[in-house]
T-cell receptor, first 113, second 109 residues
Framework: SQTIHQWPATLVQPVGSPLSLECTVE??????LYWYRQAAGRGLQLLFY??????ISSEVPQNLSASRPQDRQFILSSKKLLLSDSGFYLC????????????FGEGSRLTVL | GQNIDQPTEMTATEGAIVQINCTYQ??????LFWYQQHAGEAPTFLSY??LDGLEEKGRFSSFLSRSKGYSYLLLKELQMKDSASYLC??????????WGAGTKLIIKP
């Protein structure tokens, strides 16, 4: 069976510090991978998606970046965090069924102070 | 523009029935998803509708009307564990998901 994990679960970082969130998928190959951010009271905002190694599409221009160094690994990074980067970050992969539902990792709560 | 509208919050009583509505406006349409999200956790898939009509899955049912750009999630025999946010999301012509802000459902004993 397929599983998805992301870490760390909780982060408290000062403004201007770097960020690295990691996501891995097991039990499938060449998955479509996504990074979302969820701000309080708002819908999920797609940040990046990837259809393969080294292939990253950015949906929202900002100070975040993403990389896919391996088939089942997706990393979200920032060189200098802003207060507005606080939120709940979710990694997801698109399932294999025709419906194409997303399966999410556990989520990472980032607080920038 | 693309938009999903759903109520911010609803309250219902344990054992009762509740209907959560969702209206959508998207460039093209390839289906409508409902997800459940408990506080502090990731969303989990509940249902997918692409054709008009009602899809029943246990205590939960989901309805779609493509001509009206409208869907609802129906929860029967409410239990305290159903307290959560319910997210509506539409798949547009590029197969990208457009998400609503979610409806927080509060269940009272």
């Amino acid at each position: 069976s397929q599983t998805i994990h992301q870490w760390p679960a909780t982060l408290v970082q000062p403004v201007g510090s770097p960020l690295s969130l990691e996501c891995t998928v097991e039990g499938t190959s060449n998955p479509n991978l996504y990074w979302y951010r969820q701000a309080a009271g708002r819908g999920l905002q797609l940040l990046f998606y990837s259809v393969g190694i080294g292939q990253i599409s950015s949906e929202v221009p900002q100070n975040l970046s993403a990389s896919r160094p391996q088939d089942r690994q997706f990393i979200l990074s920032s060189k200098k965090l802003l207060l507005s980067d606080s939120g709940f970050y979710l990694c997801a992969w698109k399932g294999l069924a025709d419906t194409g539902e997303l399966f999410f990792g556990e989520g990472s709560r980032l607080t920038v102070l | 523009g693309q938009n999903i509208d759903q109520p911010t919050e609803m309250t219902a009583t344990e054992g009762a029935i509740v209907q959560i509505n969702c209206t959508y406006q998207t460039s093209g349409f390839n289906g409508l998803f409902w997800y459940q999200q408990h506080a502090g956790e990731a969303p989990t898939f509940l249902s997918y509708n692409v054709l008009d009509g009602l899809e029943e899955k246990g205590r939960f049912s989901s309805f779609l009307s493509r001509s009206k750009g409208y869907s609802y999630l129906l929860l029967k025999e409410l239990q305290m564990k159903d307290s959560a946010s319910y997210l509506c999301a539409a798949l547009d012509s590029n197969y990208q998901l457009i998400w609503g802000a979610g409806t927080k459902l509060i269940i009272k004993p």
